[in-house]
């Protein structure tokens, strides 16, 4: 079956860009569908076996100069989590896939993504009933992980789309209710470093503190851009080609504006995170990629190839 599906995937030259976040050791109870060690080796091996991985620029390449075979995928990677390197790197190694990874630069080192601050807050809190004021007031009650995790993806929603200061108030307020957070969730200097020089490994630029760029003026978003830049190139001595915009989505976090600001600020490819494929046709700096949901590796397989077939979100 899989395979009757990746050749009918072959008759129509598409690429297929998929977008990872982390890989877990162990499954979390506070996210539970996230991928794993065991569930990640098995797609990285289906991937082998039945399409060409490329390198997301060799790809964009091929693209552009109509030469797309129709069955390749590229594998990414968005923000920059210390497991990118401690676990899905050595998979990735395995099978010599070759993996891009788009870092927001300001994270390195001990930082932590807001939204991990408020997951990491409610994993910890004791049982109870919590309320947290503030322009968007949140309540909630913990016991069982499910209430946590309805909790974290309630608040998440919440303020998601506040002014940042003020989002960041929401965030420390809720914070300072537990004593300790985890600072080695994204990569230090070191790790993005060892993850850089391995074969088959691209770094690629997603602004310095992930802000939605839609929600910022002209020049903020233009430095923001830039300043990613330069901070992982003036820690990699490598210069950045790709570039993936924060959350992704054209026109609520992105606009024809902010694809100009990164061409202008010498990125040459750029992806988001609407569902499609690549093909000769595809605007170079609006790259669409693939969320590779189902747990299911044959379930997967089969939405690839629809994929790649223009039958699945295209
Ligand atoms: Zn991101």
């Known amino acids: 079956m899989i395979r009757r599906l990746a050749a009918l995937a072959m008759r129509r030259p598409r690429h297929q860009t998929l977008i990872f976040h982390r890989v877990r050791n162990q499954p979390d109870p506070m996210s539970p569908s996230e991928p794993t060690t065991n569930w990640f080796r098995g797609l990285v091996q289906m991937l082998a076996n039945d399409f060409e991985l490329l390198s997301l620029s060799t790809a964009v390449q091929r693209a552009v100069e109509g ?21 899905a790197l050595p998979i990735l190694a395995e099978f010599n896939a070759p993996a891009t990874f788009f870092v927001a630069s300001g994270f390195l080192d001990g930082g932590r993504m807001w939204n991990d601050t408020i997951i990491e807050t409610i994993r910890r809190l004791p049982e109870g009933r919590y309320s947290i004021d503030g322009p968007t007031p949140v309540a909630f009650e913990l016991s069982d992980w499910e209430s946590r995790r309805t909790a974290a993806a ?14 960041q108030a929401c965030v420390d307020q809720l914070a300072a209710k537990v004593a300790e957070l985890p600072s080695d969730l994204m990569m230090s200097s070191n790790q993005l470093r060892a993850l850089a020089n391995t074969p088959g490994v691209t770094i690629g630029g997603h602004t310095r503190s992930h802000p939605i760029l839609a929600k910022l003026d002209a020049a903020q978003a233009r430095s923001e851009i830039e300043n990613g830049k330069r901070d992982l190139e003036d820690l990699l001595q490598q210069e950045l080609t790709l570039f993936a915009y924060p959350n992704g989505k054209q026109v609520v976090d992105f606009r024809l504006e902010h694809a100009e600001l990164v061409r202008q600020a010498g990125f040459q490819a750029a992806v988001a995170t609407d569902w499609g494929t690549l093909d000769a046709n595809t605007d ?9 949901w189902h747990r299911n590796l044959s379930r997967f397989s089969i939405d690839l190839a629809r994929c790649h077939y223009g039958l699945l979100g295209v």
Request: no cysteine; charged share 25%; proline share 7%.
């Open 284 to 292: 170079r700096f609006r790259i669409p990629r693939f969320t590779p």
């Open 154 to 167: 309630s608040t998440i929603i919440a303020w998601k789309h506040l002014p940042l200061a003020d989002r």
């Open 67 to 87: 030469r797309l075979s129709g069955r390749s995928v590229s594998i990414t990677f968005d923000d920059g989590y210390a497991d990118n390197q401690t676990v």
